[in-house]
Each structure stands twice: as C-alpha cells, then as structure tokens.
C-alpha cells in the first residue's frame, strides 16, 4: 500500500518564477492538504482539497493555489517566487473530515529553495 | 485563534534516559490532541493522539502523552529513549477549522 507521494523531492528556482508541486494521496484517501514547513518552525496550513474544490486555506497570499484532480491527487502551485517562499512543502492525505479519523499521512515533502 | 506552544526547542538526553516534551495550546472548546514525529528527511508520522475519555493516551514506539485540561497540556513522555528516537517532535490541535495546527517543534537529541 503505498502512502503518500509527492515530486519533485527537491527543486531550484529564482525569483519571479513558478512552481508547481504534485501529490498522490494514500490509497482510499480524498482529502489532500498542504502544508509549509520554514527552516526551524512547524508546518503550517496552506489549504485543502476535497471533492476537487478548495474547502479552507490558511493565511496564505492568492500567488498559492491548488487543485485536486478526480483521482484524488493533487498540485500547490505558487507563482511570482520569492525569498521567503523557500521551504519545504508537505502534502498529507486523509478521510474526510479528517477530524473524525484523527490522523493526517504526510508525504515526505518537496524541499523549494529560491533564489 | 487557537494556538501551540512547544516551550523547548532542543532537549538532549541520554539513552536510556526518561524524556518528556511539553505542549501548551490555547483552545476554547474541548481539543483534539497530537503528536507527530519527524525523522531527518522524511515526513511527519502520527505517534498518538487525543480526543476525549482517559487522558493518558498510549501511541507507538513507547510513547504516551497526558491532557491535563487545567493546565492546557499535552506532555509527550517515554520512559526509556533509543538512540533511533532523535527526531523533531511536534504537537497539534485541530482548530474550529478542523485544520491542523502546529507546534514549532523540539528537536530531540540522544547521547550515546
């Protein structure tokens, strides 16, 4: 059973550019969330796809968007890069709502460093 | 807005040794409570988690954590650590969202 993938592991862009990050959900899982990890700190919530439509965001600007396919996986899209957006960028799969199953499977995250 | 605080960022202990990591969170309604592990280069991994009835929760790995309501915590304790448990651990709450909400994490080290 395979968990939850996510490409690329690692990338190099600069400033300006525009990068899409893919995420293929544990199997069974619809619900696909992004996470932003910064260097030293916790992940922090960017948005959520169930049933291919945006369900809740974080604080985070419209330059990041998203989409869920009907296969259940799933791309972050960020464009205009800056500095601050280096990070890595996690996906986690999950029931809907995930609430009620208690437990988020996280992808081991696609490292974005900008330059 | 619902909140975690992890008061320590790095702990070393040696192995063998007991270990425990705080977690406070700031949550008006009755929280959901978790630990998650990050090993270097990989994932988070859920050890436990939290959502009503004994408050001493069992996990994997040897872990166990208590919600204390009246001090608005979730402490991770494990009596004996492995040298294979340095990793960086983070605490969360689900929000009113029912989104995660991360702790900054404490970075466990293990002497040999």
């Known amino acids: 059973d395979a968990g939850v993938t996510q490409s690329p592991t690692h990338l190099i862009k600069t400033r300006g550019q525009q990068v899409t990050l893919r995420c293929s959900p544990k199997s069974g899982h619809d619900t696909v969330s992004w996470y932003q990890q910064a260097l030293g700190q916790g992940p922090q919530f960017i948005f959520q796809?169930?049933?291919?439509?945006?369900?809740q965001r974080g604080n985070f600007p419209d330059r990041f968007s998203g989409h869920q396919f009907p296969n259940y996986s799933s791309e972050l899209n960020v464009n205009a890069l800056l500095l601050g957006d280096s990070a890595l960028y996690l996906c986690?799969?999950?029931?809907?709502?995930?609430?009620?199953?208690?437990?988020?499977?996280f992808g081991e995250g696609s490292r974005l460093t900008v330059l | 807005a619902q909140s975690v605080t992890q008061p320590d960022i790095h702990i070393t202990v040696s192995e063998g040794a007991s270990l425990e990591l705080r977690c406070n969170y700031s949550?008006?309604?009755?929280?959901?409570l978790f630990w998650y592990v990050q090993s270097p280069g990989q994932g988070l991994q859920l050890l436990l988690k939290y959502f009503s009835g004994d408050t001493l929760v069992q996990g994997i790995k040897g872990f166990e954590a208590e919600f204390k309501r009246s001090q608005s915590s979730f402490n991770l304790r494990k009596p004996s650590v492995h040298w294979s448990d340095a990793a960086e651990y983070f605490c969360a709450v689900i929000n009113y969202g029912q989104n995660f909400v991360f702790g900054p994490g404490t970075r466990l080290s293990v002497l040999p």
């Open positions: 796809y169930y049933e291919e439509e945006e369900r």
């Open positions: 949550y008006g309604a009755t929280p959901y």
């Open positions: 986690a799969s999950s029931l809907s709502p995930p609430v009620h199953t208690g437990e988020l499977f």
